[in-house]
């Protein structure tokens, strides 16, 4: 393109690309960051840090079938 | 093993499903749990009521095991009604919501108790209805702080690897604007705590450790937003919101909390809720709040008397354990007062209400002042950092001094960072993890601290005060003792069998004791209540008692519970019945003298173990026959001397001793039994080690002291950067975050190291 033969006008173009590249670095990872607080504030929030004992007992507990259980 | 549990779990569980009609039956009264009936105290339980739903949460002191969780998480199965029930293990406690329509509150507790789950319902709960509910608020700010911390040490590190230059356009204003935006919520929200409790203190002009944190922290935010707003430079921000993320670890570490025990209780805790009352000759079982002074009430066999009450009908042998800490029953007349707490060891009775339950004896010794009076809020600094204070403030003096004269405007940046490089952090960050690692390694041994300062005071006690029964004695264990004529085989064998036939705890222990094997056919067994017990083995009558029994004289001041028995028509000798000491008590006694300690001994039992005694403690520091408030009183009188008190009981006798006391622990020798209101409650099992516990709180200012001085290596350091207006902000963000983590890994291995050498 005609344009980018004009070595000024593509020193600044690169410039603001990276420069620009930079900002948007910064930005994407605040939001990431930002997503992982409010994932994990959303936790608390849950009540998911409340009992850290129960659950792990729980889980092992096999589920009956709830219909008949005289038929076992 | 799991599938075992499982399976007995499921065999249960089928058990109860085919009973449909589950009834309360067995170890307690169909009408016990009548006052659940009452619409108030629905109101007052449940955190929330409608129209087909009800929402309670119910203490269970007896979960103990997973299959506990099984069984109660499955309650829909076995009670349609149910419609949801949910376990918090550590707390032991349990929420349920059901369906009023199908099934009423006082079925609900009928069924957990049938199943071996009685909630656990207080007067306690009545009166507050409220909700504990878990702080999480800590651990939001811990997670804000945390992203905001990390974010900001990743934006400022640009800045120190390039030297502070930046040639792109724009990049450095942008990087210290955002640092600058993360660094609001650190401020606001995460550190908001600190200078809550900052602010408290100096409305209290108690000058907490929080004052001198608050002022770092002001001053480091306060430069930093000056520098960035003025452009003069990017502040400290990221040491600044460093520090008060660690410190928000620090607390989160300290705060170790155990669930399922509380500290606090008072009287109330102990009441029985429901009561029955005697209206127009029927039999109603109320709450006890709603006793009023000339109801009559009945009381039967092993119930606890709510109030203080005349003796209208019935005879009455009552138990003050609870009170006097007294182990013998007293028999008491027709007419005679009774006082709220004993426990009815005869027959039915029927009583006369003369005061209300908040106003009987029992309440009011807890009314008294120190019941009510707080604890003196404890500073919980190091002693040296008082110096360190001062220290500090005049390297602070005296730099302005030569700034003044070398460059005026230099002296309020050195100043300024004289004291955001010097703030008491650390110290903080020493004390907290210490303490925090202790408390751990106390609750793996069974003696858990109500908090952090308790091992502060803990390690300051000088003299130490016991509780005879129940907590230099194992009240599980019993020593016996025969004096008389020799038993032979058989006789020994009939007098076996006729015990096994009582269910009383001095038969039970005699049964154990002699344990000829089996036993033979007893005939025309008659038990008097009080007194003791008879029958016919074939042709031989035979009987045991109390000397009152068998001989009409008033009964003897005995050393320890008698009991005398009978063949045929003779008396051939006694049994005598004490409480063992709990192993290795006489060298816990030795290890204590040993270091130094002045031991005492309360005991509300009268004088018969004197002599047993004295081999332990000085005869004069001894004492029989303590009521309550003798025991309070003697505490005090300790006190006054100048001593540092270490109170170790158990039981609501000694509660008020226990709180005035430095320190107050309470024995519990089952984890599901009640403590009264304490610093620290101590696994029965664990109190021959006490010894070793406080040696290890003392050791405990040991770790602190080596920590402290490491943390001073650290300030030595930033100050001298500092008083030649040299800190720059990535020597700050260098030594912050390194002195932080070499206090924090010095204290916890120290602290573990100490801790198995003592074979914690």
């Known amino acids: 393109m005609q344009s980018f033969n004009n070595s000024a006008i593509a020193d600044t173009f690169d410039e603001i690309f990276k420069m620009s590249v930079l900002f948007l670095l910064i930005g994407i990872s605040i939001i990431v960051a930002g997503s992982f607080l409010t994932a994990f504030l959303w936790s608390v929030k849950n009540g998911q840090y409340d009992d850290d004992y129960t659950p792990s007992v729980r889980i092992l507990f096999e589920e009956t079938p709830k219909t008949n259980p005289d038929n076992i | 093993m799991y599938l075992l549990l499982n399976e007995n779990n499921l065999c249960n569980y089928y058990d109860l499903d085919k009973n449909p009609g589950i009834k309360a039956k067995g170890k307690f009264k169909s009408s016990r749990f009548a006052y659940l009936d009452d619409e108030g105290v629905l109101k007052k339980l449940a955190?929330?009521?409608?129209?087909?739903?009800?929402?309670?949460?119910?203490?269970?002191?007896?979960?103990?095991?997973?299959?506990?969780?099984?069984?109660?998480?499955?309650?829909?199965?076995?009670?349609?009604?149910?419609?949801?029930?949910?376990?918090?293990?550590?707390?032991?406690?349990?929420?349920?919501?059901?369906?009023?329509?199908?099934?009423?509150?006082?079925?609900?507790?009928?069924?957990?108790?049938?199943?071996?789950?009685?909630?656990?319902?207080?007067?306690?709960?009545?009166?507050?209805?409220?909700?504990?509910?878990?702080?999480?608020?800590?651990?939001?700010?811990?997670?804000?702080?945390?992203?905001?911390?990390?974010?900001?040490?990743?934006?400022?590190?640009?800045?120190?690897?390039?030297?502070?230059?930046?040639?792109?356009?724009?990049?450095?204003?942008?990087?210290?604007?955002?640092?600058?935006?993360?660094?609001?919520?650190?401020?606001?929200?995460?550190?908001?705590?600190?200078?809550?409790?900052?602010?408290?203190?100096?409305?209290?002009?108690?000058?907490?450790?929080?004052?001198?944190?608050?002022?770092?922290?002001?001053?480091?935010?306060?430069?930093?937003?000056?520098?960035?707003?003025?452009?003069?430079?990017?502040?400290?921000?990221?040491?600044?919101?460093?520090?008060?993320?660690?410190?928000?670890?620090?607390?989160?570490?300290?705060?170790?909390?155990?669930?399922?025990?509380?500290?606090?209780?008072?009287?109330?805790?102990?009441?029985?809720?429901?009561?029955?009352?005697?209206?127009?000759?029927?039999?109603?079982?109320?709450?006890?709040?709603?006793?009023?002074?000339?109801?009559?009430?009945?009381?039967?066999?092993?119930?606890?008397?709510?109030?203080?009450?005349?003796?209208?009908?019935?005879?009455?042998?009552?138990?003050?354990?609870?009170?006097?800490?007294?182990?013998?029953?007293?028999?008491?007349?027709?007419?005679?007062?009774?006082?709220?707490?004993?426990?009815?060891?005869?027959?039915?009775?029927?009583?006369?209400?003369?005061?209300?339950?908040?106003?009987?004896?029992?309440?009011?010794?807890?009314?008294?002042?120190?019941?009510?009076?707080?604890?003196?809020?404890?500073?919980?600094?190091?002693?040296?950092?008082?110096?360190?204070?001062?220290?500090?403030?005049?390297?602070?003096?005296?730099?302005?001094?030569?700034?003044?004269?070398?460059?005026?405007?230099?002296?309020?940046?050195?100043?300024?960072?004289?004291?955001?490089?010097?703030?008491?952090?650390?110290?903080?960050?020493?004390?907290?993890?210490?303490?925090?690692?202790?408390?751990?390694?106390?609750?793996?041994?069974?003696?858990?601290?109500?908090?952090?300062?308790?091992?502060?005071?803990?390690?300051?006690?000088?003299?130490?005060?016991?509780?005879?029964?129940?907590?230099?004695?194992?009240?599980?264990?019993?020593?016996?003792?025969?004096?008389?004529?020799?038993?032979?085989?058989?006789?020994?064998?009939?007098?076996?069998?006729?015990?096994?036939?009582?269910?009383?705890?001095?038969?039970?222990?005699l049964v154990k004791y002699l344990s000829s094997g089996d036993h033979i056919a007893i005939e025309n067994f008659k038990e008097y209540n009080g007194k003791g017990i008879s029958g016919m083995a074939g042709s031989l009558s035979i009987a045991l008692g109390s000397h009152a029994f068998f001989e009409d004289k008033k009964q003897e001041r005995s050393a320890a519970s008698r009991v005398y028995a009978r063949v045929g028509d003779q008396v051939k000798g006694f049994f005598e019945i004490r409480n063992a000491y709990r192993d290795h008590f006489a060298l816990l006694v030795e290890s204590l003298k040993g270091s130094g300690y002045e031991l005492h001994l309360l005991s509300g039992d009268n004088d018969a173990e004197r002599k047993t005694l004295e081999q332990y403690f000085e005869p004069e520091n001894i004492c029989f026959n303590a009521d309550p408030a003798d025991k309070l009183s003697y505490i005090k009188n300790l006190q006054a001397q100048g001593k540092k008190v270490m109170m170790v009981g158990d039981g609501l006798n000694d509660a008020g001793a226990l709180l005035q006391s430095d320190v107050g622990i309470a024995v519990n020798d089952h984890t599901s039994a009640f403590t009264p209101a304490c610093d620290a409650i101590i696994d029965g099992a664990a109190v021959t080690r006490l010894a070793d516990f406080i040696a290890f709180a003392r050791s405990g200012q040991f770790i602190i002291t080596i920590s402290f001085m490491v943390s001073i290596l650290y300030n030595i350091v930033g100050i001298s950067f500092a008083v030649q207006g040299l800190l720059s902000p990535i020597i700050a963000a260098i030594l912050m975050p390194a002195s932080s983590i070499t206090i924090i890994s010095l204290s916890t291995i120290m602290a573990g190291m100490i801790a198995r050498k003592k074979s914690f």
Not at chain 2, 55 to 68: D, E, K, W
Not at chain 2, 254 to 263: E, G, N, R, T, V
Not at chain 2, 470 to 499: F, Q, W
Request: glycine letters at 6%.
């Open chain 2, 47 to 509: 955190h929330f009521i409608d129209a087909t739903h009800v929402n309670i949460t119910f203490s269970l002191p007896q979960m103990h095991c997973a299959s506990c969780v099984f069984l109660l998480e499955n309650l829909h199965k076995i009670s349609p009604g149910i419609v949801r029930s949910q376990v918090h293990f550590q707390k032991k406690e349990v929420f349920i919501s059901y369906d009023p329509q199908m099934i009423t509150l006082r079925k609900v507790v009928e069924l957990l108790a049938f199943i071996g789950y009685e909630p656990y319902i207080s007067l306690d709960d009545m009166k507050e209805g409220t909700v504990k509910k878990f702080d999480r608020k800590q651990i939001f700010a811990l997670g804000v702080a945390g992203f905001c911390f990390s974010n900001i040490m990743m934006l400022s590190f640009p800045q120190y690897f390039s030297g502070g230059i930046i040639d792109e356009a724009g990049l450095k204003e942008t990087f210290i604007w955002i640092i600058f935006g993360l660094s609001l919520p650190v401020l606001f929200y995460a550190a908001s705590g600190i200078f809550e409790s900052a602010y408290k203190g100096l409305r209290q002009k108690n000058l907490n450790v929080d004052i001198p944190i608050a002022l770092a922290i002001v001053i480091t935010f306060a430069r930093s937003y000056y520098e960035i707003i003025s452009g003069t430079g990017s502040g400290y921000l990221d040491s600044g919101s460093g520090i008060i993320f660690f410190m928000l670890i620090g607390r989160w570490f300290q705060h170790k909390s155990y669930d399922a025990l509380s500290f606090d209780r008072d009287y109330l805790s102990y009441f029985p809720l429901g009561v029955t009352i005697l209206k127009n000759e029927k039999e109603e079982m109320i709450p006890v709040t709603k006793l009023r002074v000339n109801d009559r009430i009945v009381i039967r066999h092993d119930e606890m008397i709510p109030a203080d009450a005349n003796i209208i009908h019935g005879e009455a042998l009552i138990d003050y354990s609870f009170v006097t800490g007294e182990n013998n029953p007293v028999p008491k007349q027709k007419g005679e007062i009774l006082f709220a707490g004993g426990k009815q060891k005869s027959g039915r009775l029927i009583l006369e209400v003369c005061k209300e339950p908040s106003q009987s004896y029992i309440t009011q010794l807890w009314n008294k002042e120190t019941f009510s009076e707080k604890k003196k809020f404890d500073s919980f600094i190091h002693p040296w950092s008082k110096y360190f204070t001062i220290v500090l403030l005049s390297i602070a003096l005296i730099s302005s001094v030569y700034w003044y004269f070398a460059d005026t405007a230099r002296i309020i940046p050195v100043v300024s960072s004289i004291l955001i490089v010097a703030c008491p952090c650390s110290l903080l960050l020493t004390t907290t993890f210490t303490f925090g690692n202790m408390l751990r390694i106390f609750g793996r041994n069974k003696l858990y601290l109500k908090n952090a300062i308790v091992i502060e005071t803990m390690s300051a006690a000088n003299t130490i005060v016991f509780d005879k029964t129940g907590t230099i004695t194992n009240a599980r264990e019993s020593v016996i003792h025969y004096t008389g004529e020799c038993l032979t085989d058989p006789e020994r064998k009939m007098i076996s069998s006729l015990s096994a036939q009582s269910s009383h705890v001095l038969s039970r222990q």
